[in-house]
C-alpha cells in the first residue's frame, strides 16, 4: 500500500527562524516519485520540487532545502529564515511508477508569526 | 508554463440544484484530468481520474452518479455535481497530465480550485 505521513499538524515560529517540514511515505515499489506542494490561504497549489527515487542528492534552492533518505523513506523539507509570506499548508506527495495518482500526506499548517 | 484555468473560482447554490465546474488546459492536452475534494483543513482526497475519451474511473467510496465526469476532449474535463447538498460544500480541485515534451516534465498541473457552497 502507498502511504504518506505528515506528523505535524502544526508548526508555528517566530520570522527569520529555520523550521522543518517532515514527511515519511510508503511504497513497495522501486520506482516512485515525491513531491512537496504549497498551498497558501487562496487555495491553489504551488509546486515546490520532485524528486524521483533514484535520486537522493539533496536540493537547495534559496532558503528551500530538501532532504531525502531512502533508508528512512523520508523526504523532508527545510525553510530557513522563514519568512511571513512562508505561511501556508505544505503537503508532501508520492506517486509510484504503477500509477499516476498523487497520493497526498495530510498536510503541515505552518505560521510564521512576525 | 503548462496552466490549468479553473472556473468557477466560487459558487454557491442551493440544495437540490446541479453545478458545473469547467477546468481547461491552456497550453497543452491534457490526456488524465484528476479531480479532488479538500474539506477545510483536511488533505487533497482523489474523487475520480478521467481519460480523454473515457469513463472516469471513480475512488472506492465516491458516488458515480452524483459526481459527473466529463473529459470529451484534450482540453477540457468537467465535473458535475447533482442534486447537491449541504455535505457536498468543499474545495473541488483539478490536476491535469499531458503527454511527454508538453511543459509537464514535472508531472501535474493543478487548476486553481472551485470553492463550493450549497444553501
Known amino acids: 500500500a502507498q502511504k504518506v505521513t505528515q506528523a505535524q499538524t502544526e508548526i508555528s515560529v517566530v520570522e527569520k527562524e529555520d523550521v522543518t517540514l517532515d514527511c515519511v511515505y510508503e511504497?513497495?515499489?522501486?520506482?516512485?516519485?515525491l513531491f512537496w506542494y504549497k498551498q497558501p490561504p487562496s487555495g491553489e497549489l504551488v509546486f515546490l520540487i520532485r524528486r524521483n527515487s533514484f535520486d537522493e542528492q539533496n536540493e537547495i534552492s534559496g532558503r528551500y532545502s530538501w532532504n531525502f533518505q531512502k533508508s528512512t523513506s523520508s523526504f523532508n523539507f527545510t525553510i530557513t529564515a522563514s519568512q511571513v509570506v512562508d505561511s501556508a499548508v505544505y503537503f508532501c506527495?508520492?506517486?509510484?511508477?504503477?500509477?499516476?495518482?498523487?497520493?497526498f500526506g495530510s498536510g503541515t499548517r505552518l505560521l510564521v508569526r512576525p | 508554463g503548462a496552466v490549468v484555468s479553473q472556473h468557477p473560482s466560487r459558487v454557491i447554490c442551493k440544495s437540490g440544484t446541479s453545478v458545473k465546474i469547467e477546468c481547461r488546459s491552456l497550453?497543452?492536452?491534457?490526456?488524465?484530468m484528476f479531480w479532488y475534494r479538500q474539506f477545510p483543513k483536511q488533505s487533497l482526497m482523489l474523487m475520480a481520474t478521467s481519460n480523454e475519451g473515457s469513463k472516469a474511473t471513480y475512488e472506492q467510496g465516491v458516488e458515480k452518479d452524483k459526481f459527473l465526469i466529463n473529459h470529451a476532449s484534450l482540453t477540457l474535463s468537467t465535473l458535475t455535481v447533482t442534486s447537491a447538498h449541504p455535505e457536498d460544500s468543499s474545495f473541488y480541485i483539478c490536476s491535469a497530465r499531458g503527454t511527454l515534451g508538453q511543459g509537464l516534465s514535472y508531472g501535474y498541473t493543478f487548476g486553481s480550485g472551485t470553492r463550493l457552497t450549497v444553501v
Open positions: 511504497t513497495r515499489d522501486t520506482t516512485y516519485y
Open positions: 497550453d497543452f492536452q491534457a490526456t488524465t
Open positions: 506527495a508520492l506517486r509510484t511508477d504503477s500509477s499516476y495518482k498523487l497520493i
